[in-house]
């Protein structure tokens, strides 16, 4: 059976290059396809220590943490709630506020404890560490939030409705947190936050004078992180069921890469190879990893396209490092060690089918693309952290 999805290395090294100049091009210009958002946080990269209390809101859960960084990180408390309340219609800004402040009050919280605040929707970073939300996604569509500081009206809320106060908050993106909490991992000479699970998304840090949009930023300079919101970029070489797909969906034309190649999308990508097969529509990757782990339960040639399908996904996300990876060896010429940390199901999959891991085909393929660029004496180590979210939220307000 032919592999539809089969990308050659050459047509890898493409998608790697247009990436590239895609980044460029968003650190030069606001709006563009590769947002490349900047946060306005200088992250300690040792000797960070204290306790924060820290929130993450992701698409449908709210958790709340103390935590206390130093020679030895550890969460003393956590709380938390599903909230897919959120997506139901007339849910407004207090329900949120309110929802929020019940988990809270569970936990044990120092007095005067900053918030770092891990927020997982597109957010404009703003110079004093709060954030703007630009869109609801996931499903979520609160009225009065968006074009507003997100941690302000929060803290706000929280002083006149709980018994202790908080004054300082930093809000950052989840890809934002797992950049940060891969500093805790000293020794590298650049650092990637990559998620590949429901969504994707990468971040990393690039020195201030390499970002020529933030000439008009003043008072600001050093090395700065940037949230690149890649799941919208537009890959050439993809397939007409990724164009089925995209058509299908409720944001045609963006997020492309993500329609490729996250958890949310694969099960629609490999209903859209079998368009005549009637096949439930809630299939995810979930799913196609059910194929390939009981290949003997399911057709051979829907157990070998899930196989494709995965296959691809993860050198699709190999290319888009080794992008990255050729951006920051000429941001700074000297990286020889970089740590890519990486959250996310469908990364630390493994399956039966082709009896290997994600992170394999991501590593092996780096490889050989690093390689091809020429810059293969470049370390890339893809690593894991537990609970990744909530130290480097923890680490964006104690810096």
Known sequence: MNNKFALSTKQLLDIADDLRKKIETGLKTDGTEIKCLPTYIHPKKDGIEGEATVFDLGGTNFRAAVISVGKETKITGMAEKDITEMKTKGFTKEDLYKSQAEIIKKLKVPANSPIG?????PA????????????????????GMAGKPIGKPLVEFLNTHIDWSFHKIAVVNDTITSLFAGLMNPGYDAYIGLIVGTGTNMASFFPSEYIPKLKQVEGWSGETPVNFESGNFNPPHLTVYDDEVDAQSDNKG?????????????GRVFRAAFPNDKLDENLDAASLS?????????????V???FQIYERSAKLVAAS???????LSLAYPSVKKVQVLAEGSLFWSKVKTGN?????????????????????????????????NLIGAAMSVLS
């Open 290 to 302: 059910k194929m390939m782990n009981n290949p003997g339960d399911y057709k051979p040639e829907y």
């Open 356 to 388: 290997t891991a994600y992170v394999t085909i991501v590593d092996t393929t780096l490889k050989e693309l690093l390689k091809e660029m020429g810059i293969e004496g470049t370390e890339v180590k893809l690593s894991q952290m537990e609970n990744a």
């Open 321 to 327: 490092l080794a992008g990255l990876v050729k951006n």
């Open 254 to 266: 963006f997020q492309r890469f993500e329609k490729a190649i996250s958890g949310m999308y694969l």
């Open 124 to 143: 404009k970073s703003l110079t004093n560490g709060d954030a703007e939300l630009i869109v609801w996604t996931k499903g979520v569509s609160i009225d």
């Open 304 to 306: 070998e396209v899930a």
């Open 117 to 121: 605040y891990c927020f997982s929707y």
